[in-house]
């Protein structure tokens, strides 16, 4: 990997500066993509734009920004990695977007203009490998608006994919976001959407013994023309939940789960939408169920763990553990005779909560630890 040190005056950074919106935004003679398409829009509110004009104009150091090199692009060679929102902050103040002490640049003296624009930026631009860059990408993200770890991706993986999946997923009131805007966490333009996406469909391309990486996948498809794969399979999933469950009632416990994963398991099942959702009531309204946003995924699973059931509270257990005369419950236990202390025994319920069994005093014998491993694995 190569890493260098170059000096950039505003005027050469400003030259050629054009804002395209959702398009969009370069400068550096066009060769810089200072916003990719679809990346998340200006972000810096006006105390911080100001503090960068105020460090410009007094010629004090500006924190050292960072380019990436796009391999085979020779007409936008370069993107900024780090100091986006500097570098925007300088070309709109230039451009005349915003005033700055109650000053356009136009405004200004010619001596000022001349002091702005002759102002060098210390840039470090990178080239090498894609993991190589990650991994130095990774290192020095730790200033100013920090980068998203997708958003690096993004950058390492610059190519026509990427462009291609940020119009789905990228942007506000993309069709990502108004197919699974109740489904998803995090923001699309945060690039939440996409990583969920990129997630979704590296696992469902994984294999026994081979763990496909978001990374994995987009080194694969980077050079693709378009990401029509991506938003096939996010589609397909979606298209799965909302048929398969009530999202219109179930909304509330049906954001951020691993859609994916079920779909690749369970989306080829014939479903009972209305029995599903009868035991999706049940299970909303039962105490001992206290993770309520896994029961989409329980209902498919039947892993207990997706529901967090109740755990026997401390004072149900010492009652037990004192009637029970410290000793362990199963009639089996290879030490029936030692009595343990309260840490090495474990509260377990007498009948099963798939059972019927609640998580009530009279429902609950202490164990111990060994005991209470064996009878859960079976």
């Not at 001596?111 to 990178?126: A, G, P």
Request: aromatic share 12%; hydrophobic share 35%; glycine share 6%.
């Amino acid at each position: 990997m190569k890493i260098e040190l170059q000096k950039v005056t505003v005027r050469e950074l400003t030259e050629g500066y054009e804002d395209n919106e959702e398009q969009g935004v370069r400068g550096f003679g066009g060769r810089l993509d200072i916003r990719p398409p679809y990346q998340r829009e200006f972000i810096y509110d006006a105390k911080k734009r100001n503090a960068v004009i105020t460090t410009i104009k007094q010629g004090f150091p500006l924190n050292v920004m960072y380019w990436a090199t796009r391999d085979g692009n020779q007409a936008v060679p370069f993107e900024v990695m780090d100091g986006q929102q500097r570098t925007i902050s300088i070309c709109q103040y230039v451009n005349g977007d915003f005033a700055y002490d109650f000053q356009y640049f136009d405004n200004l003296s010619a001596k000022e203009q001349q002091q702005i624009m002759d102002y060098e930026l210390m840039v470090y631009v990178c080239s090498g490998d894609d993991e190589e860059k990650l991994k130095w990408f990774e290192t020095i993200n730790i200033a100013g608006e920090r980068l998203t770890q997708q958003e690096l991706r993004n950058a390492v993986y610059a190519g026509t994919f990427v462009s291609d999946a940020k119009r789905y997923f990228s942007k506000t009131n993309c069709a990502a976001y108004n197919m699974g805007k109740y489904l998803l966490n995090g923001s699309p333009i945060r690039q939440d959407y996409l990583e969920t996406a990129l997630k979704w469909i590296a696992n469902s391309q994984s294999k026994p013994g081979y763990k496909l990486t978001v990374e994995g996948y987009m080194k694969q498809h980077w050079k693709d023309p378009n990401a029509s794969q991506l938003w096939q399979y996010f589609s397909a999933v979606i298209t799965w939940v909302t048929s398969t469950f009530d999202l219109k009632k179930r909304k509330l416990i049906m954001k951020g789960v691993d859609w994916g994963r079920l779909y690749d398991k369970y989306g080829s099942m014939i479903i009972d939408k209305a029995v599903l959702d009868k035991e999706i009531e049940r299970l909303i309204i039962d105490s001992d169920v206290q993770n309520k946003k896994g029961i989409c995924s329980y209902v498919l699973t039947r892993d207990e763990h997706d529901l967090g059931l109740r755990a026997f509270p401390d004072d149900i257990k010492l009652e037990v553990y004192e009637r029970q005369h410290h000793h362990c419950a199963n009639p089996e236990c290879q030490n029936k005779d030692v009595e343990f202390e309260f840490s090495e025994m474990e509260g377990d319920h007498i009948t099963p909560w798939r059972d019927g069994g609640r998580t009530v005093i009279e429902n609950c014998q202490m164990l111990c630890r060994e005991c209470n491993r064996r009878k859960g694995a079976k």
